[in-house]
């Protein structure tokens, strides 16, 4: 089984940035399927993807977050991480690091998810 923990939520002004860090308790990034990712989900509306990474490095992203998200990792700290900027209240959610890993610990892994939110 893995663990992720998530930290850097908080409070941050419109216009803002954020990083969020996710430390998974197993190395993910090992076959050619296994990705990271992370998702949010506002009050009131279902879990969205935000954007996720490859084994590769490849970075997809949902459209309402590109150009804005960054998402990045160091694969000697199994850990993956979400630079947010020109945050806008919109942007308000709680945001759940996700793992997906095939061959070995095989399965989908989620965090227990940090809070952001984007207020004057």
């Known amino acids: 089984q893995v663990q992720l923990v998530e930290s850097g939520g908080g409070l941050v002004q419109p216009g803002g940035s954020l990083r969020l860090s996710c430390a998974a308790s197993k190395s993910i990034f090992i076959f050619s399927n296994d990705n990271m990712g992370w998702y949010r989900q506002a009050p009131g509306k279902q879990r969205e993807l935000v954007g996720t990474i490859t084994t590769y490095g490849t970075t997809n992203y949902a459209a309402s977050v590109n150009d804005q998200f960054t998402i990045s990792r160091y694969n000697a700290k199994n850990a993956v991480y979400l630079q947010m900027d020109s945050l806008k209240p919109e942007d308000t959610a709680v945001y759940y690091c996700?793992?997906?890993?095939?061959?070995?610990?095989?399965?989908?892994?989620w965090g227990q998810g940090t809070q952001v939110t984007v207020s004057s």
């Open positions: 996700t793992a997906h890993k095939t061959v070995v610990d095989a399965g989908d892994y």
